[in-house]
């Protein structure tokens, strides 16, 4: 069944802070298999000229699936079925890097949806600022529907 | 970390051959948040009709980005990243997993002391990512 085009240009704000953890960061590292120290060792950090340890650089990604419940994916409105789902495209765009102790604020907007073939592609964009109101990154992802685009007529083939 | 008047466009990257196993995954789904059952569920994954369990794209950007972070030293000089997943990297339920690997070139030289890294990161010799590019800051 198609996605709801209705969700086309619709916010959704994060509904609380996301407090970044040393731990936390020490276990995406983990997780990545990544042994810098500058990702656990606030000394090692501030060497490199970072205020205490620093995130890896896909880190936020964590944030579509922390404030997942709030945002337009696990939206039942949207209809998706995200066991058919497989990512497409991804960036970020990191204005300086995530430190931890960083409260960040969030908002995702869907910025589209469209058919290529079966397919249908979500394109949704995440900014992310600090506590002081700067930016800090900005992420753009594009998620795939597998095989639930609405069948064509052959007038429109 | 390399001095960005050191740096030619052609410049190569020390390459790396990174492998993915299962637990992997599965650290991954707990670290990330992101427990799709694709990520970990053989007869789901096959059920929607992938070969396999597939490992999170992110894993893999993440994975690919070691090389650019590795060279730079540090991570924090890495100003913008982006992939496009071509492929998915299928992970099967043995000691081996998938062996991603992963190369880059330096393309461009910008102004700020930036330069722009072309990846290319191949399983098995297909291309699992592509239009994949970095830009880091270099002293």
């Known amino acids: 069944m198609p996605v709801n085009r209705e969700f086309i240009g619709r916010e959704f704000p994060a509904p609380a802070a996301y407090e970044v953890g040393r731990e936390h960061i020490r276990r995406f590292a983990d997780a990545i298999d990544d042994p810098h120290p500058a990702y656990r060792d606030p000394a090692a950090a501030r060497a490199l000229g970072h205020p205490d340890v620093i995130a890896p650089p896909t880190f936020l990604t964590v944030l579509n699936f922390r404030f997942a419940a709030d945002g337009p994916v696990a939206d039942p409105a949207l209809g998706l079925d995200y066991a058919m789902v497989v990512h497409g495209e991804q960036s970020f765009e990191l204005h300086r890097p995530v430190v931890a102790g960083d409260v960040l604020t969030s908002v995702q907007r869907v910025d589209d949806i469209r058919d290529v073939g079966r397919n249908e592609l979500i394109s949704t964009v995440i900014e992310v600022t600090d506590a002081g109101g700067a930016a800090v990154a900005t992420l753009r992802g594009t998620i795939v529907s597998r095989g639930t685009a609405a069948p064509r007529s052959s007038s429109q083939a | ?139």
């Open chain 2, 1 to 139: 970390m390399p001095a960005y008047d050191g740096v030619e466009v052609g410049t190569a990257l020390p390459a790396r051959t990174f492998g993915l196993q299962r637990a992997d995954l599965v650290r991954y789904c707990g670290a990330s948040g992101d427990f799709n059952v694709i990520h970990w569920n053989e007869r789901i994954a096959t059920a929607v009709g992938l070969p396999d369990v597939i490992a999170h794209g992110m894993l893999t950007m993440a994975v690919a980005a070691r090389i650019v972070t590795d060279w730079t030293g540090d991570p924090g000089a890495l100003q913008s990243y982006r992939v496009r997943f071509s492929r998915p990297v299928v992970v099967p339920d043995d000691d081996t997993g998938a062996q991603l690997e992963v190369s880059g070139v330096v393309e461009d030289k910008l102004d700020g002391g930036r330069v722009v890294v072309g990846l290319t990161a191949t399983v098995g010799g297909s291309k699992v990512l592509a239009g994949s590019r970095a830009v880091v800051r270099l002293p």
